[in-house]
């Protein structure tokens, strides 16, 4: 694998906060310059907007675009809690319109205003949708005060969404499961016992094999589930049993990197192709930081 050719791409092409995002976490970067770098893309309602998805490129702010946000923020390990970008992110969860009471919703109407791949254009929701909800409930769990308002919604929203989980376990899709996989890490980080958390890592066995692309012959050109998306490192619960898919993975890091340093997109919008080009571009950036952090993660 180059490790210079990658750097390189991301020094060149990768957006300030993909950059601070690499310098982080293989230079001894500072934590400061990937926050400086997120801030940009919040709005003063404390949600986020600005294509931080590469996807979308509302610039108001919606829940989707906001949990993208806190996934920067579990990436860097911020335990500041009260942290201003944090505490902003609070506020704007508890009183954001697309907050039903029991949900986030996954897509916003304002999504339709701006360039965008398909899958975000905006769709009523006809029934509950955990993705981004379970995430972003372990987010308010992990980070909110115990006594304040909303980390009494986030509580009951636990029983709510572990509920619905064991009930349709397995799911089918890969992105909702990490969601709840997300879920599962924050309550284990935050010693929280308010569900059996037992019953809940066995579920998550069940429902990561059940999403993993087994045949690995489509990974090069299909859009599909690898075991990055659950397993962060050797230390993960859920590695032992995946052991070989995530060896499998490493390998496919290590022999389908382009001579250019990046790896690619297997993914199109089909739509709007001057923003796809500059968002492909983006993306890039962003595969080659996630493909190294877990290459690395599995070494030693």
């Not at 050797?234 to 790896?263: A, V």
Request: hydrophobic share 35%; net charge negative; aromatic share 14%.
């Amino acid at each position: 694998m180059n490790i210079e050719n990658a750097r390189k791409f991301v020094y060149r092409n990768a957006r300030p906060l993909d950059l601070a995002r690499w310098q982080f976490l293989f230079e001894n970067g500072s934590r400061e310059s990937v926050l400086k770098a997120l801030a940009a893309y919040q709005n003063m309602d404390g949600g986020f907007g600005h294509a931080l998805e590469a996807d979308s490129w509302n610039t108001e702010s919606s829940p989707m675009q906001t949990w993208a946000a806190t996934e920067i923020i579990r990436e860097i390990h911020l335990d500041e809690r009260e942290h201003p970008i944090i505490q902003s992110i609070l506020g704007y969860l508890e009183n954001t319109k697309y907050f039903d009471g029991h949900s986030w919703n996954n897509t916003v109407p304002s999504n339709d205003r701006y360039p965008h791949a398909p899958w975000w254009s905006y769709v009523p929701a006809k029934e509950i949708n955990y993705n981004p909800t379970a995430s972003l409930t372990g987010f308010i769990l992990r980070y909110a005060n115990p006594e304040s308002e909303i980390y009494r919604t986030a509580q009951r929203l636990l029983k709510e969404a572990y509920a619905y989980f064991k009930e349709n376990c397995p799911m089918e899709s890969m992105h909702t499961a990490s969601c709840f996989a997300e879920l599962y890490e924050d309550l284990s980080e935050c010693e929280m016992a308010a569900i059996d958390m037992k019953e809940f890592e066995s579920l998550l066995r069940v429902q990561i094999r059940h999403v993993l692309t087994m045949n690995t012959s489509a990974w090069a050109e299909e859009y599909v589930c690898k075991p990055s998306l659950f397993i962060h490192s050797k230390c993960s619960r859920f590695y032992e049993e995946n052991r070989e898919l995530c060896d499998f993975e490493c390998r496919f890091i290590s022999e389908t990197q382009n001579s250019d340093g990046t790896w690619d997109v297997t993914w199109d919008w089909g739509c709007y192709p001057e923003q796809w080009h500059i968002s492909k571009n983006w993306w890039k950036s962003d595969i080659i930081v996630n493909n190294m952090k877990f290459y690395r993660s599995m070494q030693g």
